[in-house]
């Protein structure tokens, strides 16, 4: 392998491959269309084209592609050649301007409820060139948005784009506020650390369970799980660590910066972290380290799962979200800085976050909302589904000073005015982190942990971005107005504080009491699973935040509300499905083939030794009927349920709370009735590999 700072980025047609290729009057009107979002004229796209056509080929590339990301979570693609036919027969290598900022695909097979018909086919691809083209697998990848032929967003990057440019307006005025004259731009930015397990590809091909749904349905407790906390941080399995260099190398060639990698908590899991970029990139990035993730993981025998619970009993998987606002100017927002006025701009920016947390919360849990999400959160392992923030003892006491206009310090002898008297100097890190905080704030950006581990990032960013950006636009029309700023400002803090304090949390959020005192004192949600979630996504207040931004319309909120029921529905109905044909056609014949082998050493027993003890055969076979009838009992129940299902399923509202309210309590039911099955069936009879094999598969 080259060294790392020569192989960094020479898969990404990035600024400095664009400097050394392109006219100096192509370079700066294409910077300025990355800046400012300026339209780029074609003839400027064509010879922008065709320096990217060349350095893709140069690079190996033969095809180029529209890569946008869809509704369904993972990207897409569509291959075009490079090539083009001549009149002698041969062909050569172009690449148009138009070609570059413009595509179009069929649209009708990607989800899109309510905003077209199926036979509406037409859909769009929109060169962003704010995300640097790469090469992947000899293909030039042109980063898109997605959109239908009515101009409505069909995919998660055009959303996040409008959310970045509203959160980008708000706090530019609020900034001049304070006299900032030379920011002319603010992006959110954002550092997505991934969780992840690896197993042996023998032992996943074993489980229809793990090949249908990512994850496994069935499963008893193996004897020994992470109970002994020796894999969390532990020495790294040869097999692994190839996969893990193998993996940093690719990302590092697509200039995706992974910085660090190590054992998790659970048997067999893995976390790999980035540093934090602009989050347009970073959510692209992300897409790309899952894919790669899957793809190299089978090079090395392996599977990666990105399930966020694929084994019961044990840690699932997450992806915290690491979230800050910074200028172009390098001034994070969310640093305490220096002096009294960054000490009183930086609280006024942290009151707008805890407003938006506080008064979207729903929608930060709608965010993170999905079928496999909901077996994580508040298992223990990651975040309640009550929404809260951690701030620390030290910033939380601040701000209790403020509210109160006492003394933080006692040594100190003023009052805790902004603006007005000095403001004592927050250091980072100052308090111990708090992992069971769904936000919590890290000496200078705020780590949001209740994303699953499979989601596109886009989607929580653009709920963060637009709920902030809505606060800050109401902070900058009170204070534009004011005709005394510093008491205006010292004014809307310690009224922000006094009516959002309520969402801050710094104890300990797996404890059963803070849900009481959350949801019966403090009156926070407490939206359990996605359908509960998904249905406050139309609510007027969040229609209104969203529509009020431009980030959505109307109709687009109700297609996604749509979309992510149907999901709901179609992955529980997957599972389900799986269920029945795990059960009828491997579980029930094994427990059968196994109580007739008890059976029949019962009856050979005694027919050469009278009066011999068979305790342990009759007892293990009685047990082991019972059971077998109770898993028929219930796949039958299960299978009449789908059938209802089948009726009522357009309704995707009805059908998601029927799924959560009577299926997936079967399901459950089911499966404990087969896991006992397993701890008491002869090893050599049980159809599957168990959690035991699956999990220390990897040597």
Not at 61 to 77: C, K, R, Y
Not at 636 to 642: F, G, S
Request: with cysteine; aromatic share 8%.
């Amino acid at each position: 392998m080259k060294n790392v700072p020569e192989i960094f980025g020479s898969m990404v047609f990035n600024d400095s491959v664009m400097k050394a290729r392109l006219p100096k009057e192509t370079y700066r009107l294409l910077k300025r269309t990355m800046a400012e979002g300026k339209r780029l004229d074609l003839s400027v796209a064509n010879v922008v084209a065709n320096a990217m056509k060349d350095w893709a080929t140069e690079n190996g590339a033969t095809h180029f592609t529209h890569w946008f990301q869809p509704m369904t979570g993972i990207t897409a693609e569509k291959h075009d050649s490079f090539i083009s036919p001549t009149d002698d027969g041969k062909v050569i290598m172009e690449f148009s301007g138009k070609e570059l900022v413009r595509g179009e695909t069929d649209a009708s097979s990607f989800p899109s409820i309510g905003l077209r018909s199926t036979f509406e086919a037409r859909g769009y691809t929109a060169w962003d060139p704010t995300s640097y083209a790469f090469i992947k697998d000899g293909t030039l990848c042109i980063p898109t948005a997605f959109c239908s032929y009515g101009g409505e967003a069909l995919d998660k990057k055009t959303p996040l784009l409008r959310s970045m440019e509203a959160i980008n307006k708000r706090a530019l005025r609020v900034l001049r506020l304070f006299g900032n004259t030379d920011a002319v731009c603010v992006t959110t930015t954002v550092g997505p650390e991934q969780e992840y397990f690896l197993v042996d590809k023998s032992v996943y091909e074993k489980r229809p369970d793990l090949i249908y749904c990512g994850r496994t349905l069935f499963g008893a407790k193996p004897p020994k799980g992470q109970e002994l906390d020796d894999h969390y941080f532990g020495s790294i399995k040869p097999r692994v660590a190839a996969f893990m260099k193998e993996l940093d190398e690719e990302l590092w060639k697509l200039g995706v910066l992974s910085k660090t990698k190590h054992n998790e908590g659970a048997p067999a899991q893995h976390e790999l972290a980035p540093i934090f970029t602009t989050t347009n990139i970073a959510c692209d990035h992300n897409q790309l380290t899952m894919e790669l993730m899957k793809n190299i993981a089978k090079k090395h025998d392996l599977v990666c799962l990105l399930h966020e619970k694929p084994f019961a009993g044990i840690s699932g998987s997450g992806k915290h979200n690491n979230w800050s606002m910074s200028t172009n100017t390098g001034v994070n927002l969310l640093d305490p800085g220096e002096t009294p006025q960054d000490n009183a701009q930086f609280i006024l920016f942290l009151c707008a976050v805890i407003k938006a947390v506080d008064d979207y919360q729903d929608m930060l849990r709608v965010s993170v909302a999905t079928a496999g999400n909901d077996h994580r959160l508040g298992a223990s392992e990651a975040p309640p589904a009550v929404v809260s923030m951690f701030l620390g003892d030290e910033l939380t006491a601040i701000l209790d000073s403020i509210e109160n206009d006492t003394m933080y310090d006692p040594k100190e002898e003023t009052l805790m005015r902004i603006g007005v008297h000095v403001l004592p100097k927050f250091p980072k890190d100052t308090t111990d982190r708090n992992r069971t905080s769904p936000l919590a704030f890290t000496g200078n950006k705020f780590e949001f942990r209740m994303p699953g581990a499979s989601l596109a990032v886009a989607s929580v960013n653009v709920v963060l971005n637009t709920a902030v950006a809505k606060v800050l636009e109401e902070f900058a029309d009170e204070l534009e107005k004011a005709e005394d700023f510093q008491k205006s400002l010292h004014d809307l803090i310690v009224r922000t504080i006094r009516e959002h304090k309520r969402i801050i949390f710094n104890g300990n959020g797996y404890d059963d009491s803070w849900i009481k005192e959350a949801t019966e004192v403090r009156g926070l949600s407490n939206l359990k699973t996605t359908p509960e979630a998904l249905s406050h996504y139309t609510d007027a207040k969040n229609i209104e935040l969203f529509t009020s931004m431009k980030v959505f319309s109307e109709a687009e909120i109700h297609s996604r509300q749509n979309i992510r029921m149907q999901n709901y529905c179609r992955v529980v109905r997957i599972e389900a499905r799986t269920m029945r044909e795990m059960t009828e056609k491997q579980f029930i014949p094994a427990m059968s083939k196994y109580s007739k082998v008890l059976a029949d050493t019962i009856i050979s027993k005694k027919s050469v030794f009278a009066g011999i003890d068979c305790t342990f055969e009759e007892k293990t076979l009685e047990r082991l009927s019972t059971l077998t009838s109770e898993a028929y009992a219930k796949v039958c129940e299960l299978k009449a349920l789908l059938e209802t299902l089948k009726i009522i399923k357009k309704d995707y509202s009805k059908a998601a709370f029927f799924i959560k309210d009577e299926m997936i309590p079967c399901m459950n039911a089911l499966r404990t009735t087969i896991d006992e099955a397993e701890r008491i069936c002869a090893a050599e009879y049980w159809p599957v590999p168990t959690y035991g094999e699956i999990l220390f598969s990897v040597k």
